[in-house]
């Protein structure tokens, strides 16, 4: 690749960066405004505006001949359709995810290949101000980490975030609650949801087609269950609202005034609506 090409294929990883960014934001806006709740549901996030204008941000830097933008830009991108494939269970545009892939990766080569001739044809070339380095760096750092942990938790190496539907609990946890007695073999998960930093086993909240279910590690250690079969719930109530920082709390009451118990869900992408929205329509069932 002489310095010609080189200067190409940066325009044209910046063209297919720019191509990206508008896919994203347009298929996110329809998401968003038709509330998408099937193939397209995984856009369904305002959240993805933000990655919209990262990407941009990254397309003008390349069409600049960054080097640092045109590797983020190919890792991010690769990553990004990793944990969309988990989600999705399938890949997704996988012909067009290869030809992004293509123009990044020689995006990436050709942005190298120029400051490496430049450097050595130009006697007026300025390496890159040392700042850019103690400032980048620990951006880029800041960026894998939390890639590497949507990562972890799209796959449920960690808890997500997120209320999970049941048919999106990852296998290996609902072998674990099972194992750890905290629902029956054969018992269906409709809603889950755990405030655990590292592992669900810390704290957990479920619905199933027999029961609502809130459990917790305790200071020594041993798992503490709670729970109420449906026909004992008379009514949920809402305790506190969260917010984006904080998870909403609500009250499950039984028909005995003894009886009820707490649930903390995450207000992401509305999934406690859809806890609580689930919980009453049992409810109404059992009247």
């Known amino acids: 690749m002489d310095k010609e090409q080189a200067i190409k294929a940066t325009k044209q990883g910046a063209i ?30 305002p959240a993805n505006f933000f990655d919209a204008v990262f990407v941009f941000v990254c397309a ?6 960054s080097r640092a933008a045109s590797v983020i830009m190919l890792v991010y991108f690769v990553v990004a359709k990793i944990v969309i494939a988990i989600s999705l269970e399938r890949v997704p545009g996988i012909f067009l ?18 400051h490496r001739i430049e450097q050595e044809d130009n006697p007026d070339y300025r390496p890159a101000p040392k700042w850019y380095y103690f400032a980048g760096i620990p951006l880029v750092l800041i960026l894998f980490a939390f890639m590497s942990i949507g ?18 609990v990852p296998k ?8 750890e007695g905290i629902i029956d073999e054969g018992e269906s998960v409709e809603y889950f949801y755990s405030q655990g930093l590292m592992s669900i086993m810390e704290d957990g909240n479920l619905l199933t087609d ?33 917010d984006f920082l904080s998870d909403s709390l609500y009250q499950v009451n039984g028909f005995e005034e ?4 707490q649930i903390y869900l995450s207000k992401e992408m509305d999934g406690d609506q859809d806890f609580v929205s689930a919980l009453q329509e049992k409810i109404e069932n059992q009247k």
């Open 16 to 45: 297919a960066a720019v191509v990206s960014g508008v896919l994203t934001l347009g298929v996110t806006l329809f998401a968003v405004m038709t509330d998408d709740q099937g193939d397209l549901e995984i856009w369904n996030d």
């Open 60 to 65: 003008f830097f390349m069409y600049r001949k």
């Open 172 to 179: 290996h946890q609902k072998e674990a609650l099972i194992h």
């Open 258 to 261: 003894d009886k009820w118990l």
């Open 210 to 242: 027999q029961r609502v279910i809130s459990y917790f590690m305790n200071e020594s250690g041993e798992m503490e269950i709670y729970e109420l079969y449906l026909d004992e719930i008379s009514d949920i109530q809402l305790i506190s609202e969260g």
């Open 97 to 114: 995810s290869v030809i992004f892939v293509y123009y990044f990766a020689r995006a990436t080569q050709g942005a190298f290949v120029f």
């Open 151 to 168: 990562f972890m938790s799209m796959v449920g190496v960690i808890p997500s975030t997120e209320v999970l539907a049941g048919d999106k």
